[in-house]
């Protein structure tokens, strides 16, 4: 944790420095209003002072306290223009840093691998940045407003009485060590349950996203009781830490309780021997009580702010454990962009395992031509899609190298790697924006016109004219109000308007009905030529027209060849896939 409570720290600095003089005016600013609360009461003292000294002549006495009044009205004066200066201005850097560490987070997290988002749960995610950027703002509040005036309340005061006594000077500051060291040690002691705290309300977030996200499938599958019961066990757990750290909260505020008697009542039996000795007098009470007073206000927040500068650390350190996590996949030190001629793609002894341990493909080789209609065919889990995703780097290879016309696809820019391809997934997941968005993510900056073209290109065009909204339809989270086969053809769309010359549709077609299928087919005949073109399909009526097929078993090449010749294979593997679809059931 203290390595991590340090890089906290180090982020909130480095972006803090980009606004040195707002930030330091600020400082300086609170620093000025604290020395000023600290010397006001001088003044009060005086005033006291005056009216306690017997003067026979009432005139001079007024004479004196109207002055007094002036002069404590020229220091609030000040004092507020200080504190006026210092809000004001930490409005302005305070907005800026947090917006600054909100792109930050963004930028950072989105260029983690697809196998980190895999890995999180979203709810968890966005809590974390949330709780990270938050964190800042409570931290500097609780340094700016709280921990600062604190220090120079402390040390102008101790000046103060130590010139009036030395022992009401060093009484006060004993006091305040012992104080502050019993916060610091407490506050150490509770960190450990904080930070168990913040990881278990982060469990409690991730399962309830989670479950909102399946809400269907808790519906249908008959979990609800499941989920509820899963549900109440963490929440069990939240609740038991919960009353843990509050309870030890409520210990510590009955001990800092009894600290402050003993500092009111000790100090004030000092000063009462002190003025029986003739060296204190009845303003110098007055100034006691006001310091007093001041000091009690600010140490007792201090072990509040000291807890919840923890306590914000502790929620921010899982967001600053992503930020220090090297991104898994990063480009090399000066990687060129990926230029695309030909089209043509070769796998070249390409070794691949997941987690170290299990094994996908040793030494697998493909060449795909430029221009060819590749198919790709197998049992589930041969490695198909798998073959896709390294195509598209969301893996790094363990072994071996895919090349692009030449280039080494670990070598470029994933960026550019990623504009030359375009992708129709079997599950198309869409953003919670309009259709004309959607559509148009395929192709930053694409006019109105190009994006209906692409649209009916994919027979989307139909479908979206009977909405109520047209183009402008918001979707829903993830899609939700389209059906499957509507998303898909969103996503053909999508890939017609991108336009690249490799285009990879995986299973782009299985969530359309036999009619929308053939429609779909002619816009995909379209798209696909001029282009090199990787086809995964379970449905082997939609690939009989490409130039290759390959049948991918237990991670090699089992079979390959056109459609006539494979299904004249015996025995083969695509012939009894064929049978099986084309009729064998029913045999």
Known sequence: MKNNTKKTLRIYWQHLTKYKPSFSVTILAVIAASVFSVII????????????????????????????????????????????????????????????????????LHKHSFTFFNNNFVGSLVKRVKWFVSAFEDILDKITWNTLPLVVNITVIFIVLYQRNIYLGLGILTWVVIFLVINWFFTKYKLRYDIQRSETETRSTGLLADTVTNNSNVKLFNGYQREVTGFAAVTEELRKIRRLTWDLSNFFEAVQGFLMVVLEIGIFYLAIKLWQKGVLTVGDFVLIQAYVLNIIMRVWDFGRVIQHIYERLADAEEMTQILNTPHEIQDIPGAKDLEVAKGKIEFKKVSFFYHQTRKIF????????????????????????????????????????????????????QESLWQNISLVPQDPILFHRTLLENIRYGKAGSSDVEVMVAAKAAHCHEFIGNLADGYNTYVGERGIKLSGGERQRVAIARAILRNAPILVLDEATSSLDSHSESLIQDALDNLMKGKTVIVIAHRLSTIRKMDRIIVIDEGGINEEGCHDELIKKDKGIYQKLWHLQAGGFIQ
């Open 362 to 413: 040793s030494d697998f080789d493909l060449v795909v031509k430029p221009g060819e209609r590749l198919a790709l065919v197998g049992p589930s889990g041969a490695g198909k899609t798998t073959i896709i995703k390294l195509l598209l780097r969301m893996h790094d290879l363990s072994g071996g190298q895919i090349l692009v016309d030449g280039q080494d696809i670990a070598k470029v820019r």
């Open 41 to 108: 009461p001088l003044y009060f003292k005086d005033f006291f002072d005056v009216l306690s000294n017997g003067n026979p002549d009432r005139s001079a006495s007024v004479s004196a306290l109207i002055s007094i009044l002036i002069t404590i009205l020229i220091l609030e004066s000040i004092q507020w223009v200080a504190w006026r200066i210092a809000t004001f201005t930490s409005s302005y850097f305070y907005a800026k840093v947090m917006a600054d560490l909100s792109n930050n987070c963004f930028a950072y």
